[in-house]
């Protein structure tokens, strides 16, 4: 890369008109300088290493170049180039963050990446750091990063704020993980309803800038019990003589900070929101939750799905160190060990049956694979819908019915090729019929296992989609065994 | 069910209140109304055939009563009702919904639900119905409608736009299917720059209401060219006097109308943005992106990768006609088929091997799976960071060597149970040292596989998911097999 293209690029990143490509070419950026900057270290080093003097030069000094860069980016967008470098880099870039930044810039940064790349940069930064960083935050996230901060840091901060952003944050700590209470911030702007949207005006002229996300301010009584709602929208579109309790919405989205969040991310989809009023059960309004917030619990279950159907436990910051990535994978390879150990087990009591027929060794796997993959689909497909709350005790059994018929129809068609094949690599005919009726056996197993594993974990109150699949393999890898050879060993021997 | 409890029902479906549980509620409600409807009319006709009079009885008519439910329902819970529902009850409620409801209500109903649902409702409504549902809406609405109508009503519809929408419609169709240009919409409200926001104000009041998600509105000069944006939020809380252009912000997100929508996403959530103004090459303002439409990408992009995890083309209605699921998911298995057979082959050049020590046959499959499983782990962390855009050429060599060095300890560990419980089932100690060498291989040949697939596709411009896990298992099954029986063949012989 020319010196050219450098400036350039930092040049685009930092324009004022901000595009989709930023963050990735900040990072381009980012990572060019830093290497720069080393190479640049590394000459040095060695033309003093061969006793070159290390005169003051006009060098370009790569390292204030980055903190230009950097000082220009914006807060999500140096998060996400930290969590692409690697950890040396990353915490480099991090102290230059720290020299040129705000302490509220800090504060974003630590809300935006990752929980592995979090704990990271906290562990890289000093009480007092923490302290000023986490202090400029809002009630709601110094909530958020609560649970990663040190114990002592949290109680610094809480003992600092003032009472009514003190019990917030107790408020804010005290829901569960997934609770529409856990995700709400407590920015909300309050007005009464027997005023008119002069007055409104007026009032909120009296403010520098309203909350991100206001597309709505709050009407509630004396009691602070949620009346309705006047959207931005309304009030600049309405004549200012009128009152808002003429004007408000009263049928707008309320959320209790109990409900699950992954349920108000729905009905945010549905109704196409921006934010909502959240409201105790005695009327009281008590926070609101965003869209922003919602889009980040959208973009998380997607990704605890994907995760959660590879058998990780949680996203790996892509540089964690080998013992969390070991930690974050091996308990479900050992589970599948373990499944596929007894499936190897099951199938050698048939050993002398195979003894006799070779060709079954190298059959077996493929019934038992085709059934894992086939029942696999079924659980995907049943697991998105029992997600969306489609699946009701009216239309299970119907449900059920037709993905029988379709695995049915699967397996008639399959098993008829598979036969062929084994029919083809051994000769003989009867183990080509073996080999169809076994698949679609084993088919019809992985596709009542894939229904009823997800369907009774849901009844039973559980998340359906972990551990599902090791029950399905289990199953499949299992009962593909013992079909096929059970049937070989009746019918061929 | 009470005739109390489904008249609680149909009051909770239908109050004012909105929370997030009203599209669940709605859905009990209308499947227990159907069902009551139902049981009456067999009844009746019971009686018919018994000879016993049909004289007019004061009975509760469930069908005028689902239609209540109906009425007061919000089109996005119609529309998630309707997906619920086996296809002839669908179609039954669609007939009512239509009774009811407005042609601009359908219209919306038929945006919000999937494309499959889509179909079996378009298929039910004739030709001038659908011109009277699809003329309610939008250009940019029609234009997302339109792949799945007729073309005689996209043309009728068409026709009678006005010049202006027509050109939208005509420019929102011919921007690609991933585009920013396809999904964004014309309903932007704009303003010119040398005005104060009292006049801003004053012509805001002209309009009845500002179309959704307006956060800001944005200032373009005599041929449109954008110039930047003002938020409600400024507006409000300015003071009137001042002017547009010093109010206005011009550090906005733009995009253009051929941006990868995914991308636009990404910086949405990063950003934390609820619109964002879309500019052609020229400058010219074209068009607005909108947090729902991202809501809605960001949801479709997790739904995709889950259902390409299992091999389905696309999501399916639960309720599809058998044609259909079977053509979804046959061909994965089919090529899933073939692979299998191949490893099954591959494996099968063993069999004098396997004719002598049949435990081999049995610990095979485990060495295949686990490799599979292992390289599957790997595969999804590498294609979330591609999609990230966080693997660079700089960082891509540090990540190869951080995932094989993290396989080749899993496979120590893992290996070395494989081997202890090859051993036991065996009593060959040798046996158990070839199991723990072919495991740690074939994790290594995972670990490869499940890198270089993705990353190569990527740089090939492909979807790093679609397919990658077939090439990974076909990988570690033909690689497991003879791995393991080769080293059996070398060693143990």
Redesign the interface.
């Known amino acids: 890369m020319t010196e050219q293209t450098a400036i350039d690029e930092r040049e685009a990143a930092a324009s004022?008109?901000?595009?989709?490509?930023?963050?990735?070419r900040a990072?381009?950026a980012v990572?060019?300088l830093l290497?720069r900057h080393r190479a640049r270290f590394v000459e040095l080093v060695e033309r003093d290493e061969q006793g070159q003097a290390l005169k003051h030069e006009p060098a370009v000094d790569y390292l204030t170049e980055l903190r230009w860069v950097l000082e220009d980016m914006?807060p999500?967008?140096v998060a996400?180039v930290l969590?692409?470098?690697?950890v040396d880099d990353r915490l480099e870039v991090w102290k230059l963050v720290r020299e040129v930044g705000s302490s509220h810039d800090e504060g974003e940064i630590l809300l935006?990446v990752s929980d592995s790349v979090r704990e990271t940069l906290i562990g890289a930064m000093n009480r007092a750091e923490l302290v000023e960083a986490v202090e400029s935050l809002d009630a709601d996230e110094v909530a958020d990063l609560a649970p990663d901060l040190p114990r002592e840091v949290v109680e610094e901060v809480a003992a600092a704020l003032p009472l009514e952003e003190r019990e917030q944050l107790r408020a804010a700590m005290s829901y569960p993980e997934d609770s529409v209470g856990a995700r709400m911030d407590f920015e909300m702007v309050t007005i009464r309803d027997d005023v008119t949207l002069e007055v409104v005006?007026r009032y909120?002229?009296r403010?520098?800038?309203?909350p991100?996300?206001?597309?709505q301010i709050f009407v509630v009584d004396r009691d602070e019990r949620f009346m309705g709602a006047l959207s931005?929208?309304?009030?600049?579109?309405?004549?200012p003589e009128r009152e808002v309790k003429d004007v408000m919405q009263?049928?707008?989205?309320?959320?209790?900070p109990l409900?699950?969040v992954g349920?108000?991310a729905?009905?945010?989809?549905?109704?196409?929101l921006?934010s909502a009023p959240v409201v105790d059960a005695a009327g009281k309004l008590v926070g609101r939750l965003t869209?922003?917030e919602?889009?980040?619990v959208?973009?998380e279950?997607?990704?605890e799905?994907?995760?959660a159907?590879?058998?990780?436990r949680e996203?790996?910051d892509?540089?964690s160190n080998?013992w969390d990535?070991?930690r974050n994978?091996?308990p479900?390879?050992?589970l599948?060990?373990f499944t596929?150990?007894f499936?190897?087990?099951v199938?050698?009591r048939f050993?002398a049956t195979?003894?006799k027929i070779?060709?079954?060794?190298?059959?077996?796997?493929?019934v038992?694979?085709?059934g894992g993959?086939?029942g696999?689909?079924t659980?995907?497909?049943i697991i998105?819908?029992l997600a969306?709350?489609?699946?009701?005790p009216?239309?299970v059994r119907?449900?059920v019915q037709?993905e029988l018929?379709?695995t049915l129809?699967?397996g008639l068609?399959?098993g008829a090729?598979?036969g062929l094949?084994a029919w083809a690599?051994s000769g003989s005919l009867g183990l080509g019929g073996v080999m169809w009726a076994a698949m679609l056996l084993n088919l019809l197993v992985g596709a009542s296992v894939g229904m009823a594993v997800p369907i009774v974990r849901t009844r039973l109150g559980y998340d359906p989609a972990l551990g599902s699949s090791v029950l399905l393999?289990f199953a499949t890898?299992t009962m593909g065994f013992f079909i096929f050879l059970g049937l070989a060993t009746l019918f061929l021997l």
Chains 1, 2 share one sequence.
Do not use: C
Request: aromatic share 6%; charged share 25%.
């Open positions: 004022d008109r901000l595009d989709p490509e930023d963050a990735g990072l381009t990572e060019s290497a914006h999500a967008d996400y969590e692409a470098l690697p935006e005006l909120l002229r403010f520098d800038a309203l991100d996300h206001t597309d931005l929208q309304l009030l600049v579109v309405t004549e009263q049928d707008v989205l309320q959320l209790g409900d699950d349920d108000a729905a009905a945010f989809q549905r109704y196409d921006v869209v922003d919602v889009v980040d959208i973009r279950e997607g990704e799905q994907v995760l159907g590879a058998g990780l996203e790996e892509i540089f080998l990535s070991i994978r091996a479900w390879l050992l599948n060990l596929a150990g499936a190897a087990w199938a050698s050993d195979v003894e070779v060709v079954l060794a190298f059959l077996m796997s493929i038992a694979g085709i993959n086939s696999n689909q659980m995907t497909l998105r819908s969306t709350g489609q699946v009701t009216t239309n119907r449900l037709k018929l379709v129809m699967i068609g399959g090729i598979a094949f690599l393999t890898d």
